[in-house]
């Protein structure tokens, strides 16, 4: 039972231009909602987050959208550079006690971004 | 401010033996927490320690299992190792799950059963 799917193994890109990373998921449950980008022989790297109270969060390049009631999330990058050629993961979890999903972050299956010249 | 360390990088072991993986918190993180992710597989929630307490579990087998020490550092401990259990393992860290904040991941711990 995958509760989050990225639908998309891959993205390619040209630098400059807009990434969009899609996300969807199924557990009601979820409120928070976070995107981490991995390189290669390292841990993942914190992005940005987006609670359920809100559709929108921004940071510099990346932008999170959150639709509730699509049960979608998607990340912006603009503009896109080289150096974010990675592979991204959204991850989800719920906000209060109880359940088994608690405290623990739920991934999608990741996208790996290659951004292009 | 340092991250969160694990230590070792890479572990190789014999089928039936014992690993001992750990990991130290960001200072200032309650919360620690244990994932694998296996070759071709997303990443899977294994443990969650918070305040020395063993919070949540993923769905893996008891022979999975961990501590957590009074500075917060953290160790797992894989039992009688299958090669299925080959393996990056990562720890992370967060301030507690009671508000919103983020799980800042460690580089890992690749262990290899031959």
């Known amino acids: 039972d995958q509760q989050v799917k990225q639908n998309s193994p891959s993205l390619r890109v040209q630098e400059g231009r807009i990434s969009i990373l899609n996300c969807d998921y199924t557990?009601?449950?979820?409120?928070?909602f976070l995107w981490y980008k991995k390189y290669p022989a390292e841990g993942p790297t914190f992005l940005i987050s987006?609670?359920?109270?809100?559709d929108k969060n921004e940071d510099g390049r990346f932008t999170v959208f959150l639709n509730k009631s699509a049960k979608h999330l998607s990340l912006h990058i603009v503009p896109s550079q080289p150096g974010d050629s990675a592979v991204y993961f959204c991850?989800?979890?719920?906000?209060?006690?109880?359940?088994?999903?608690?405290?623990?972050?739920?991934f999608g299956q990741g996208t790996i971004l290659t951004v292009h010249p | 401010e340092a991250g969160v360390t694990q230590s070792p990088t890479h572990l190789i072991k014999t089928r039936g033996q014992q690993a001992t993986l750990r990991c130290s918190p960001i200072?200032?993180?309650?919360?620690v927490y244990w994932y694998q992710q296996a070759l071709g597989l997303g990443l899977q929630f294994l443990l969650w320690?918070?305040?020395?307490?063993?919070?949540n579990r993923g769905n893996f087998p008891p022979r999975f299992s961990g501590r957590q020490f009074p500075n917060y550092s953290s160790e797992l401990n894989v039992n009688a190792l299958e090669l299925e259990d080959s393996a990056l393992y990562l720890c992370?860290?967060?301030?507690?799950?009671?508000?919103?904040?983020?799980?800042?991941f460690g580089d890992g711990t690749r262990l290899s059963i031959l």
């Open positions: 200072s200032g993180h309650t919360s």
């Open positions: 991850a989800a979890s719920p906000r209060y006690a109880g359940g088994t999903s608690y405290g623990k972050l739920t």
């Open positions: 987006i609670s359920s109270i809100k």
């Open positions: 557990n009601s449950m979820f409120d928070y």
């Open positions: 320690y918070d305040e020395g307490e063993e919070r």
């Open positions: 992370a860290s967060s301030v507690g799950v009671y508000s919103n904040q983020p799980q800042h």
